[in-house]
């Protein structure tokens, strides 16, 4: 599975759009992006993924550039809740297979 | 729904002790996996399952056993614990047919003395 390579930490305010990015320049072609979160000592929690257009759901939008080098988390309007670590990781789809391969993450702070 | 449960919460054990630590999911998913955290570290990979009667290593398996009698129970044993098996285990689980997301257990605080 290709690496990922994300900030340590970013900081936002509530109510603002958080943007957190994802380098991952190794990924190939049937590999999928995924964000996962995990707020406190909590289980990670799903947030979306995608393969190579980008993606929307209630929690987030998931922006994939073209050449699928890199990618970018958007929380819309940030709330004190999204205060986590956040996990970009690439793998890919094997039937039966789920490995996931958690980095370091990013460390999102929303501040009041 | 319950989703993925684990029990216990929090346990401490003596070095050399063994134990069970439970999971559980009654969403029918074939895939149940096993994760370690140590503080300050993502997750990394103890054991897997496919299937029920189907059991393949992760990343970190040594220490660790685990069996699939079931759909449901993924249980992970330590045989005889070590220091260094501190640390917060998770069980996590989803289908198998397609790319989709996985759902976490609330994890196990586990401290060996």
């Known amino acids: 599975d290709a690496k990922t390579t994300q900030p340590p930490s970013m900081d936002c305010a509530e109510g603002r759009a958080a943007n957190l990015p994802c380098n991952h320049s190794?990924?190939?072609?049937?590999?999928?992006v995924y964000w996962y979160r995990q707020i406190h000592s909590q289980g990670p929690q799903y947030i979306i993924h995608?393969?190579?257009n980008n993606e929307t759901n209630e929690m987030a939008s998931l922006i994939i550039t073209e050449d699928r080098k890199s990618s970018t988390l958007i929380l819309p309007h940030a709330t004190l809740r999204d205060t986590a670590v956040y996990y970009c990781?690439?793998?890919?789809?094997?039937?039966?297979?789920?490995?996931?391969?958690f980095g370091q993450g990013t460390r999102l702070t929303i501040n009041p | 729904n319950a989703g993925v449960t684990q029990t216990p919460k929090f346990q401490v054990l003596k070095t050399g002790q063994s134990m069970t630590l439970q999971c559980a999911q009654d969403?029918?998913?074939?895939?149940m996996s096993w994760y370690r955290q140590d503080p300050g570290m993502g997750l990394r990979l103890i054991h897997y399952?496919?299937?029920?009667?189907?059991?393949d290593q992760g990343e970190v398996p040594n220490g660790y056993n685990v069996s699939r009698s079931t759909t449901e129970d993924f249980p992970l044993r330590l045989l005889s614990a070590a220091p260094s098996q501190t640390s917060v285990y998770f069980c996590?689980?989803?289908?198998?047919?397609?790319?989709?997301?996985?759902?976490f257990g609330p994890g196990t605080r586990l401290t060996v003395t």
């Open positions: 990781i690439v793998r890919v789809f094997i039937q039966g297979a789920q490995k996931l391969v």
């Open positions: 996590a689980s989803s289908y198998s047919s397609g790319p989709y997301e996985q759902y």
């Open positions: 399952s496919v299937g029920a009667g189907i059991t």
């Open positions: 995608g393969l190579k």
């Open positions: 969403m029918n998913h074939e895939y």
């Open positions: 190794t990924i190939s072609g049937n590999e999928y």
